[in-house]
């Protein structure tokens, strides 16, 4: 069984910063962050390998957010600075042992979501 648990949402301002933590039980894996916004599809945000190496991001959080882990068994960070209204979402992790890029369809467990509100 693999679990992938999320924390570190919550509510803050324009301009402000969040870090969400993502603890993925079981084997190594790549791990993605996914968001999906009021009314919008879900959307990729960044992913790291199973060793922390490689990050990807997508273009509109390029230089604003950062993906990390130490260890493969450590948690996945995304430090999102600079946050703007628009970032507002349920950002969810999600595991592949094939990718960690934007192939939705390739990640295979996914955790429940957090919520992170940014207010202008």
């Known amino acids: 069984q693999v679990h992938l648990v999320e924390s570190g949402g919550g509510l803050v301002q324009a301009g402000d910063s969040l870090r969400l933590s993502c603890v993925v039980s079981g084997r190594a894996y790549h791990v993605g962050w996914f968001r999906q916004g009021p009314g919008k599809e879900r959307e990729f945000v960044a992913g790291?390998?199973?060793?922390?190496?490689?990050?990807f991001y997508a273009d509109s959080v390029k230089g604003r957010f950062t993906i990390s882990r130490d260890t493969a068994e450590a948690p996945v960070f995304l430090q999102m600075d600079t946050l703007v209204p628009d970032d507002t979402s349920i950002y969810s992790c999600a595991a592949s042992n094939v990718t960690w890029k934007n192939h939705r369809q390739l990640y295979y467990y996914w955790g429940a979501g957090i919520q992170g509100t940014v207010s202008s």
């Open positions: 790291i390998t199973s060793t922390g190496s490689q990050p």
